[in-house]
């Protein structure tokens, strides 16, 4: 079929990326869904860092590719044997597929699927090659198994996990991504004892997420981010406290669960040195991959830290996103309020640039009127 996307041709652009330009946008053959893959009309897609890592050169994939993986949308066709989701059935698109099978599947989330890792490092579906192509014929890679950047999707059955009706479209997109990571950073990998303060460094829309899943679960919550803007809504979504890095080492605050969501080492080091003797620092943020920090390993030892790595929030999709539906729908969990604009796929470079600059939470792409 023919669908409309955002193709990005090549990693490694320069900012500002309105000038530089790094997106193709406009038609691609979407070929029909093969076993076990679905065909999703794409409702609404988030603009997350993980994108701009692909686009600005921290993140090698193979191009051209079309980019987008934290999204939800409506079931339009199903495969051979995709027999558990009715047509027409709201989903959420997750990046990381889950086999269920494999050794990275049996730690409970600890560890990424290894099929569904080597799928996405390749640019193909979890069952293999690609369904996306040029009118000529040529392959575009697909992003993490979804290419959410496009009017349509087809995406393996373990991609997806379906949710009712009355979960709006945006809410379901932000369930795909900033949710699994920053809410599973608290659920799966912190385990904050009841009741316990949580600190979030870094409040863009994984850490923010991770705050208000914090919040949601009854904790009191710190967040930490050099901009005031971001520290402001922290406080009106519960946090008991907000600050920047420096005010908090001035303050000599520290916290038992530490999450960082920013993806620097600054903010690594920043993590680290807010968490109390005997604390744990989860790093769920994603860093260039030259990126070094600091650590003593006799502190870690004379005051019995633990920093812990989580990879999409050590999150089982398909048992954590039914879990934050019902917070969200207990009204404790807002996640309309980690959306902080709406664009379109014309706008995508404009889009990457505002995320680089820092202001931004989510922006989505919504697809109002998305031709069946």
Not at 38 to 62: F, I, K, Q, T, Y
Not at 138 to 153: D, N, R
Not at 285 to 296: K, M, Y
Request: aromatic share 2%; glycine share 14%; hydrophobic share 45%.
């Amino acid at each position: 079929m023919r669908i409309r996307g955002a193709v990005l041709e090549q990693s490694g652009a320069t900012a500002p990326f309105e000038e530089s330009r790094p997106f193709t946008v406009g038609a691609l053959e979407l070929d029909p869904p093969g076993p076990g893959e679905l065909l999703v009309r794409v409702e609404a897609a988030g603009v997350c860092h993980s994108d701009l890592s692909v686009v600005d050169g921290n993140r090698m994939r193979p191009m051209p590719m079309l980019l987008g993986h934290e999204a939800s949308g409506t079931v339009e066709e199903l495969g051979e044997g995709v027999d558990d989701i009715p047509l027409g059935t709201r989903v959420v698109m997750t990046f990381l597929p889950r086999c269920g099978e494999c050794e990275g599947c049996l730690t409970d989330g600890r560890l990424p699927c290894l099929p569904g890792s080597a799928a996405n490092s390749a640019g193909t579906l979890v069952g293999g090659g690609v369904r996306l192509h040029r009118e000529g014929g040529a392959p575009v890679h697909h992003h993490l198994g979804v290419s959410a950047f496009a009017t349509h999707a087809v995406v393996s059955r373990s991609s997806v996990v379906p949710v009712d009706a009355d979960v709006p479209p945006e809410v379901a997109a932000l369930l795909g991504c900033a949710v699994l990571t920053g809410g599973g950073a608290v659920l799966n990998a912190g385990r904050p004892a009841p009741g316990s303060l949580v600190l979030v460094v870094g409040l863009g829309g994984v850490g923010m997420a991770a705050l208000l899943v914090a919040v949601a679960l009854g904790h009191d919550v710190v967040g930490v981010d050099p901009v005031a803007g971001k520290l402001d809504l922290a406080r009106e979504l519960g946090a008991i406290d907000a600050c920047t890095p420096a005010d908090a080492a001035e303050r000599g605050i520290h916290s038992p669960l530490v999450i960082e969501a920013a993806g620097t080492a600054r903010a690594f080091e920043t993590a680290l040195a807010l968490t109390a003797p005997g604390g744990t620092t989860v790093t769920v943020g994603l860093p260039g991959p030259d990126a070094r920090a600091s650590v003593s390993p006799l502190v870690l030892t004379a005051e019995a830290r633990t920093i812990v790595g989580s990879y999409l929030g050590s999150a089982v999709p398909s048992r954590d996103i039914p879990r934050y539906v019902e917070l969200w729908r207990a009204g404790v969990l807002p996640l309309e309020r980690l959306v902080s604009s709406h664009t379109t796929l014309d706008r995508i470079d404009e889009a990457m640039d505002r995320l680089a600059a820092g202001g931004e939470l989510r922006q989505l792409i919504t697809f109002e009127g998305n031709p069946s």
